[in-house]
């Protein structure tokens, strides 16, 4: 090499000191909406103010669930449908951690769907993202309790004849503490969404509307990920505040997305806590007349 040809200095990628670079390249397909969900999530995180000790990652299986694997914090790969209960553990040992589940949607509501409600039914404080794909990517794109009514995967190849969940307006009727979806095109919204979920006590949810061209998309002939993330993101209609049960994922119509729920009511921890400190007044607090008087008289 001659003296005046330097060697170009690589250039460091922003997100390297939140990557397990040695663990690159990942496995997901080109195309695939997860890298953006997961680009939106390293960039919240680098904004957090919590110590990196602080933060850890849980998923479970699926190719959502290869994040945990990626993400240079405290992370944990566990099994399929499982993520919520491990996490929830962390964070009853550790509750000054922020616990982020992320998650596919068959892992999280098919598999997991009980752990799902109950986590959420109980407020456990935990950020759970859920990169909703309309199928399982990872064994081949069979029906997922997302799938569109009539869409096609492997396991309904004439379409799809169930009714899909509304993942949001489930996570609201359980008690969810704050509620957004985004597509995986609004990535700034979604990324400053995942930043309020984090921050936000109790059990929140953000849902990112995710091309998997290699199984859904190539089944429903739309194949390449650029027209899957045009066909999500101009059906799309943002709007915020809108009672979730009304936040519809309607191909013909409108895919709703922004913010539903951002409320407060007490965690499980504060509930648990209030209880086995004695603070509670004895149940029922409407007193019981155990008198006999008021009972009917026989014959
Ligand atoms: C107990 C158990 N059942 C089934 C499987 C097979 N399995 C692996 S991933 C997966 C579904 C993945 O779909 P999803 O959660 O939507 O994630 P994606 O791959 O689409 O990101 C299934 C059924 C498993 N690993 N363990
Ligand atoms: S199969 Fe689908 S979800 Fe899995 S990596 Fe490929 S595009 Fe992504």
Redesign the pocket.
């Known amino acids: 090499m001659s003296a005046q040809v330097q060697a170009i200095p690589q250039a460091a990628h922003p997100q390297d000191e939140l990557l397990r670079t040695d663990r690159i390249p990942h496995i997901w397909c080109s195309g695939c909406g997860?890298g953006i969900a997961f680009g939106s999530l390293m960039a919240a995180i680098a904004k957090c103010d919590t110590p990196r000790n602080d933060i850890s990652v849980v998923s479970?299986?699926?190719?959502?669930?290869?994040l945990a694997g990626y993400i240079h914090l405290d992370s944990f790969h566990t099994?399929?449908?499982r993520a919520i209960p491990f996490a929830t553990g962390l964070h009853l040992v550790r509750p000054q951690n922020k616990v982020i589940v992320a998650?596919?949607?068959?892992?999280?509501?098919?598999?997991?769907g009980n752990h799902f409600i109950h986590a959420a039914r109980r407020n456990v404080d935990l950020t759970v993202i859920c990169?909703?794909?309309f199928?399982?990517?990872?064994?081949g794109g069979?029906l997922?309790p997302?799938t569109p009514f009539g869409a096609k995967t492997t396991t309904t190849p004439m379409g799809s004849p169930d009714e899909p969940f509304n993942f949001c307006a489930l996570a609201a009727a359980c008690g969810a503490t704050y509620v957004a979806r985004w597509t995986a095109l609004h990535i700034r919204r979604l990324t400053v969404a995942i930043s309020e979920a984090m921050n936000k006590k109790g059990f929140s949810f953000v849902e990112v509307i995710a091309p998997?061209p290699t199984?859904?998309g190539r089944r429903n002939k739309i194949r390449r990920s650029l027209d899957l993330l045009k066909f999500y993101y101009e059906r799309s209609v943002v709007k915020n505040h809108l009672a979730p049960g009304e936040a519809t994922i309607d191909f013909d119509n409108k895919l709703v997305v922004g913010k539903f729920v951002d409320i407060e009511r007490p965690t499980y921890l504060d509930q648990y806590d209030m209880v086995n400190r004695g603070e509670l007044e004895a149940w029922p607090a409407t007193k019981v007349d155990s008198s006999g008087a008021g009972k009917r008289k026989a014959g």
């Not at 479970?60 to 290869?66: D, L």
């Not at 998650?103 to 997991?112: F, P, V």
């Open positions: 997860i479970g299986i699926g190719c959502t669930g290869r099994t399929h449908g998650s596919g949607d068959g892992d999280l509501l098919a598999i997991g990169v909703n794909n199928n399982y990517g990872m064994t069979q997922a997302s998997c199984a859904f």
